[in-house]
């Protein structure tokens, strides 16, 4: 049958994005593609990863995580979060550094250079506080539907995969083969034993959707948003989150998109407590947010961690 690329689809995902300094978890290399996918391991929950990478001392930043319900429970199982675009200018330190490369991971930078490992790969962490947590089936369904996408995306038929005729190796890594494992075990025993069933399953989506009967491509589902908690809006949290006009005259409030809003949201979201903002003080390069509860977070320099409006 004649393979027809194009109609795979993107499973849909939780979209978090987060915003990095240019040269602290991630580096503006250019506009990113796809030529492979990296699969991680997180060492940490699904939600914890989540408020790790938007800490402003994380120097670090993938671009989606996958839960497990060994890990995060049956509520988050095989929940997709997506926090970075592969497609986009971030290339978050993900995959490196570059030490001991090997096996695919060595050909690959063998082609396309130390810069297209961050840059030029989809890095897909997946849930697990230990390499030993055990995958689960919504998890694995995940990560095979993640890495069809971005296999037909670019354009490796399914009785080839996971080897692309554009490179002749495969389009599947492990970090490690980045690192080396005595730098990274990333991503553990359990996925790489894992990882000639997730091919499988990998190559029955591409087949599906290459030789099978759908005649039009099939759209990507809309990111769905899950700032708030269950009964907030953007107009409950910019009441709750107040006003303050800062030392510098400035006015802070509320920004859905602001970095400090974020981690102010994400706090609350976990710990169910929204304190108003009540004081910015500004120190040198720094600027501290104080918070009704006496929670304070700092950023240095003018732009460094975003701005609140």
Same mark, same amino acid.
């Given at each position: 049958m004649t393979?027809?690329?194009?109609?795979?689809? @993107?499973p849909g995902f939780?979209?978090?994005?987060?915003?990095?300094?240019a040269g602290?978890g991630?580096d503006? #290399?250019g506009?990113r593609?796809v030529?492979?996918?990296?699969? @991680?391991?997180m060492i940490?929950?699904?939600?914890?990863?989540?408020?790790?990478?938007r800490?402003s001392?994380?120097g670090? #930043?993938t671009?989606?995580?996958?839960?497990v319900?060994a890990?995060?429970?049956?509520d988050?199982?095989g929940?997709?979060?997506? !926090?970075n675009n592969p #497609?986009?200018?971030?290339?978050?330190?993900?995959?490196?550094?570059v030490i001991?490369?090997?096996?695919?991971?060595?050909?690959?930078?063998n082609?396309?250079?130390?810069d297209?490992v961050?840059?030029?790969?989809?890095?897909?962490e997946?849930s697990g506080?230990?390499?030993?947590?055990?995958?689960s089936e919504?998890?694995?369904?995940?990560i095979?539907a993640?890495?069809?996408?971005w296999?037909d995306?670019?354009?490796?038929p399914w009785d080839?995969f996971?080897?692309?005729?554009q490179?002749g190796?495969s389009f599947v890594? !492990? @970090?490690?083969?980045?690192t080396?494992?005595a730098?990274?075990?990333c991503?553990?025993?359990v996925v790489?034993?894992?990882t000639p069933?997730l091919?499988?399953?990998?190559a029955?989506?591409?087949k599906?959707?290459?030789e099978?009967?759908?005649?039009?491509p099939a759209?990507?589902?809309p990111?769905v948003?899950d700032?708030?908690?269950?009964?907030?809006?953007?107009?409950?949290?910019?009441?709750?989150?107040?006003?303050?006009?800062?030392d510098?005259?400035?006015t802070y409030r509320?920004?859905?998109?602001?970095?400090?809003?974020?981690? !102010?949201?994400d706090?609350?979201?976990?710990t169910?407590v929204?304190p108003a903002l009540v004081?910015v003080?500004?120190?040198?390069?720094?600027?501290?947010f104080?918070?009704?509860d006496?929670?304070v977070? !700092?950023?240095?320099?003018?732009?460094?961690?975003?701005?609140l409006?």
């Open positions: 393979i027809v690329y194009g109609k795979v689809p @993107h939780l979209d978090r994005p987060i915003a990095k300094p602290f991630q503006n #290399l506009k593609s030529k492979g996918v990296v699969w @991680h391991r940490g929950s699904l939600w914890g990863t989540d408020q790790y990478f800490l001392t994380t670090a #930043l671009d989606y995580g996958v839960g319900e890990q995060d429970g049956a988050n199982d929940v997709v979060i997506r !926090w #497609l986009g200018y971030q290339s978050g330190w993900a995959s490196g550094r001991a490369p090997y096996g695919d991971g060595q050909a690959f930078v082609k396309y250079g130390i297209a961050n840059r030029d790969q989809a890095s897909i997946i506080l230990t390499y030993d947590v055990p995958l919504k998890s694995r369904q995940a095979a993640l890495t069809a996408y296999a995306q670019y354009k490796i080839k996971p080897i692309s005729n490179d190796f890594r !492990w @970090h490690q083969e980045f080396g494992p730098e990274k075990l991503p553990g025993k790489m034993d894992e069933d091919i499988k399953r990998t029955a989506i591409l599906q959707y290459q099978g009967t759908v005649t039009d759209p990507t589902p990111p948003s700032i708030y908690p269950l009964g907030m809006d953007d107009a409950i949290a910019k009441m709750l989150f107040g006003s303050v006009k800062g510098d005259g400035k509320y920004d859905p998109k602001g970095t400090i809003s974020t981690m !102010w949201r706090r609350g979201r976990v169910g929204w004081a003080r500004n120190f040198d390069t720094r600027t501290y104080v918070f009704a006496g929670w977070l !700092w950023r240095s320099g003018t732009k460094a961690y975003g701005e409006k």
